[in-house]
């Protein structure tokens, strides 16, 4: 089976409304096929056949409404699928996800044809006409979502239709049903997938991603949201309908004077994060806080305080950049790069090749250009060297971005242009009873005045609690030295490594 990408639903040649209605309650009666590669394209079949007969709009609808509830269904089980995958996808996965994708944009499309009909003959549509609209919502948001989760760009118009859908829900108050639940669930969905955008999810791994977008969905009541911009603060976000963009923070960007534009705060949601992450520390299981398992491990805890972070004052970049076009090699992994600073020999230690897109002061932009990348990810530390130079420089991977199989970008961090290798030895306190794993493998930082003051530790993920402790480093440059340490803070913590700044306990002992 080729990559190439499935055509979009188009009309299928009209044929009889009633052959074609029987022909789609007939397949939907039918029991899931066991494979999403069955299922998608017989779904795009029917969703043509469906739009090009001429049936009454009660049926139509009805008919819509199932197929909607399967496409959605099937959507759902494979976002299950991407969370626990590596992006980007290949081969057949990756045709199932365009297919999925382009599923989901037909859908939409059909569902507001109809909302748009509801909207001008009636303010007060039929139950079945309410039930189109969260499909039509929950379509668009997961389209979003599967390009969150695979590090893909949104489709193109996708945000303006939601932010399109939403108002009109506003305007002509369609979600308006006795006990108001429709709009409810609309505004949930809604900002749900503003939130997740607003976290950046470039930066996240799909694990982190995926939990996160259950968090925020969790939580979409405590925003302030406002259609007065006088209301617009530095730590605000503002959304303009009219642009096919997610929202954009303030403090990045000033919102614009004319435009019907949304804003809202984030600031009670920043707080329970806080809250959540310092019962988490405090040895409070996350299930008790009504959080999943996930978000007391590293990569969980990590996550809450990057998305905290990103809520409470949005990264904006330092430095321009410039444009580039050499290449690079990239060694990536703690063990990789303990193995090459140690001993200076690049023979055995694996790297791919990669391109320069561009630059600053503090990072770079790079696009891979071949070589194994399996592995790779968001969060991990790297080192980066021109292959026509000789120094390596330590960075780690603040996000990444596929647009096709072929194509992998990430943006990198400069941390320190050398590093030392050296081996933890935990102290016979911190086994709690349990049998010692033995000294693990860690990388020491050295200052960078003025840049940063601190020496710095990096550490396999999970290895050290978060709060400072006293550490023992072995480090073998010619004569071995054994150095006692505290570390003083958490800098980065994620799935896959920790960094930690560190300041000498005492003068270095004897070997």
């Given at each position: 089976?080729?990559?190439?990408?499935?055509?979009?639903?188009?009309?299928?040649?009209?044929?009889?409304?009633?052959?074609?209605?029987?022909?789609?309650?007939?397949?939907?009666?039918?029991?899931?096929?066991?494979?999403?590669?069955?299922?998608?394209?017989?779904?795009?079949?029917?969703?043509?056949?469906?739009?090009?007969?001429?049936a009454?709009?009660?049926?139509?609808?009805?008919?819509?409404?199932?197929?909607?509830?399967?496409?959605?269904?099937?959507?759902?089980?494979?976002?299950?699928?991407?969370?626990?995958?590596?992006?980007?996808?290949t081969?057949?996965?990756?045709?199932?996800?365009?297919?999925?994708?382009?599923?989901?944009?037909?859908?939409?499309?059909?569902?507001?044809?109809?909302?748009?009909?509801?909207?001008?003959?009636?303010?007060?549509?039929?139950?079945?006409?309410h039930?189109?609209?969260?499909?039509?919502?929950?379509?668009?948001?997961?389209?979003?979502?599967?390009?969150?989760?695979?590090?893909?760009?949104?489709?193109?118009?996708?945000?303006?239709?939601?932010?399109?859908?939403?108002?009109?829900?506003?305007?002509?108050?369609?979600?308006?049903?006795?006990?108001?639940?429709?709009?409810?669930?609309?505004?949930?969905i809604?900002?749900?997938?503003?939130?997740?955008?607003?976290?950046?999810?470039?930066?996240?791994?799909?694990?982190?991603?995926?939990?996160?977008?259950?968090?925020?969905?969790?939580?979409?009541?405590?925003?302030?949201?406002?259609?007065?911009?006088e209301?617009?603060?530095g730590?605000?976000?503002?959304?303009?309908?009219?642009?096919?963009?997610?929202?954009?923070?303030?403090?990045?960007?000033?919102?614009?004077?004319?435009?019907?534009?949304m804003?809202?705060?984030?600031?009670?949601l920043?707080?329970?994060?806080?809250?959540?992450?310092?019962?988490?520390?405090?040895?409070?299981?996350?299930?008790?806080?009504?959080?999943?398992?996930?978000?007391?491990?590293?990569?969980?805890?990590?996550?809450?305080?990057?998305?905290?972070?990103?809520?409470?004052?949005?990264?904006?970049?330092?430095?321009?950049?410039?444009?580039?076009?050499?290449r690079a090699?990239?060694?990536?992994?703690?063990?990789?790069?303990?193995?090459?600073?140690?001993?200076?020999?690049?023979?055995?230690?694996?790297?791919?090749?990669?391109?320069?897109?561009?630059?600053?002061?503090?990072?770079?932009s790079?696009?891979?250009?071949?070589?194994?990348?399996?592995?790779?990810?968001?969060?991990?530390?790297?080192?980066l060297?021109?292959?026509?130079?000789?120094?390596?420089?330590?960075?780690?991977?603040?996000?990444?971005?596929?647009?096709?199989?072929?194509?992998?970008?990430?943006?990198?961090?400069?941390?320190?242009?050398e590093?030392?290798?050296?081996?933890?030895?935990?102290?016979?306190?911190?086994?709690?009873?349990?049998?010692?794993?033995?000294?693990?493998?860690?990388?020491?930082?050295?200052?960078?005045?003025?840049?940063?003051?601190?020496?710095?530790?990096?550490?396999?993920?999970?290895?050290?609690?978060?709060?400072?402790?006293?550490?023992?480093?072995?480090?073998?440059?010619?004569?071995?030295?054994?150095?006692?340490?505290?570390?003083?803070?958490?800098?980065?913590?994620?799935?896959?490594?920790?960094?930690?700044?560190?300041e000498?306990?005492?003068?270095?002992?004897?070997?």
């Open positions: 089976m080729t990559d190439s990408p499935p055509s979009p639903v188009s009309i299928a040649p009209p044929g009889d409304a009633s052959a074609t209605l029987r022909a789609v309650e007939t397949w939907l009666d039918q029991p899931d096929r066991p494979g999403l590669l069955e299922e998608v394209p017989a779904l795009v079949s029917l969703l043509s056949r469906l739009r090009s007969c001429h009454d709009r009660q049926s139509r609808n009805i008919a819509l409404s199932r197929m909607g509830g399967r496409i959605i269904e099937n959507s759902e089980k494979l976002l299950a699928a991407l969370a626990s995958l590596s992006p980007p996808p081969g057949r996965l990756r045709q199932l996800v365009r297919g999925m994708q382009n599923l989901l944009a037909a859908l939409a499309e059909d569902l507001e044809s109809m909302h748009e009909y509801a909207t001008v003959r009636s303010h007060k549509p039929r139950e079945i006409e039930t189109l609209t969260v499909q039509r919502m929950r379509a668009l948001s997961q389209h979003l979502l599967i390009s969150d989760l695979t590090a893909a760009p949104a489709g193109s118009d996708i945000w303006q239709q939601l932010h399109r859908t939403y108002c009109d829900l506003r305007r002509y108050a369609i979600g308006a049903s006795p006990d108001g639940t429709v709009f409810l669930d609309c505004h949930n809604y900002f749900a997938a503003i939130l997740l955008a607003c976290a950046q999810p470039a930066a996240f791994t799909p694990r982190e991603t995926w939990f996160l977008a259950h968090f925020l969905a969790r939580h979409v009541n405590l925003l302030r949201v406002s259609d007065n911009q209301d617009l603060s730590r605000s976000f503002w959304i303009d309908p009219a642009r096919d963009a997610p929202a954009t923070p303030c403090a990045r960007k000033g919102a614009p004077e004319t435009g019907q534009l804003n809202f705060s984030c600031d009670r920043a707080t329970l994060i806080r809250e959540q992450l310092a019962a988490i520390r405090s040895g409070v299981p996350p299930e008790r806080i009504g959080l999943p398992d996930f978000a007391g491990t590293p990569a969980g805890r990590g996550a809450l305080h990057r998305l905290a972070e990103s809520l409470e004052s949005p990264g904006k970049r330092r430095f321009p950049r410039r444009r580039q076009h050499y090699v990239l060694c990536a992994g703690l063990q990789s790069l303990w193995n090459l600073f140690s001993r200076s020999d690049e023979v055995d230690v694996h790297s791919s090749s990669w391109m320069i897109a561009n630059e600053s002061p503090d990072g770079y790079i696009m891979h250009v071949h070589g194994d990348t399996s592995g790779v990810s968001v969060g991990d530390i790297v080192a060297k021109p292959e026509t130079g000789c120094q390596w420089q330590v960075c780690i991977i603040r996000w990444g971005l596929s647009e096709n199989q072929e194509h992998l970008e990430f943006g990198l961090q400069i941390l320190a242009t590093a030392i290798p050296a081996m933890l030895a935990t102290l016979p306190e911190r086994e709690s009873g349990q049998a010692s794993t033995g000294p693990r493998p860690a990388l020491i930082l050295p200052r960078v005045p003025p840049l940063r003051l601190d020496e710095m530790l990096i550490t396999p993920s999970g290895l050290l609690d978060d709060r400072p402790e006293q550490l023992v480093l072995v480090i073998e440059q010619g004569n071995i030295e054994v150095r006692e340490v505290r570390s003083t803070r958490l800098n980065e913590q994620n799935g896959l490594i920790e960094v930690f700044s560190i000498p306990e005492q003068d270095p002992l004897p070997a």
